[in-house]
T-cell receptor
């Protein structure tokens, strides 16, 4: 079974630009979560989608948004990029149907975003 | 407030030594789940274990063991006879039955020196 895939793996952008990251979950997984990982901060939760609906959102500004498609693939978008947005963005999928609490999350390799 | 605390930022041990990674969590839910993940240098997080709040039995899997103590809100991870391949960042995480979010600690970077 293919794992979680994320594209692109690396991105270099400049301040003020916008970026879209893509995530394809494991087949059969309908829950997709996004995290931002920076040194010293660990993994910061961005949002979680299930069946095309955002169920939960972390404490990030409105410049960070996401969506999920009917095939469970998900995208996240960051507008008006800032230097502090440089990070590894991780996507995770799980089998969760109702609450996501029980099911372990399977992570993709991440997208390394560098903002210059 | 931080729901998961991993106070050890970095640990270095010599190969074959035992090492314990600490994890302290905070929740008001009576039903919750605790997880450990490993992030090797390649970057992809790997699931290691899940425990639910009603099962305080310790678990052993090969060289890995986990000690879950509700009384101290801790879920510690021990690697016995460490190996160089154990070098990675280890994350502890909490999810609450009432929510749809995982709370991760800031991770412990383990270096095993040959």
């Amino acid at each position: 079974k293919a794992g979680v895939t994320q594209t692109p793996r690396y991105l270099i952008k400049t301040r003020g630009q916008q970026v879209t990251l893509s995530c394809s979950p494991i087949s059969g997984h309908r829950s997709v979560s996004w995290y931002q990982q920076t040194p010293g901060q660990g993994l910061q939760f961005l949002f979680e989608y299930f069946s095309e609906t955002q169920r939960n959102k972390g404490n990030f500004p409105g410049r960070f948004s996401g969506r999920q498609f009917s095939n469970s693939r998900s995208e996240m978008n960051v507008s008006t990029l800032e230097l502090g947005d440089s990070a590894l963005y991780l996507c995770a999928s799980s089998l969760a149907t109702g609450t996501s609490a029980y099911n372990e999350q399977f992570f993709g390799p991440g997208t390394r975003l560098t903002v210059l | 407030a931080q729901k998961v605390t991993q106070a050890q930022t970095e640990i270095s041990v010599v190969e074959k030594e035992d090492v314990t990674l600490d994890c302290v969590y905070e929740t008001r839910d009576t039903t919750y789940y605790l997880f450990w993940y490993k992030q090797p240098p390649s970057g992809e997080l790997v699931f290691l274990i899940r425990r639910n709040s009603f099962d305080e039995q310790n678990e052993i899997s090969g060289r890995y063991s986990w000690n879950f103590q509700k009384s101290t809100s801790s879920f510690n991870f021990t690697i016995t006879a460490s190996q160089v391949v154990d070098s990675a960042v280890y994350f502890c995480a909490l999810s609450e039955a009432t929510g749809n979010q995982f709370y991760f600690g800031t991770g412990t970077s383990l270096t095993v020196i040959p």
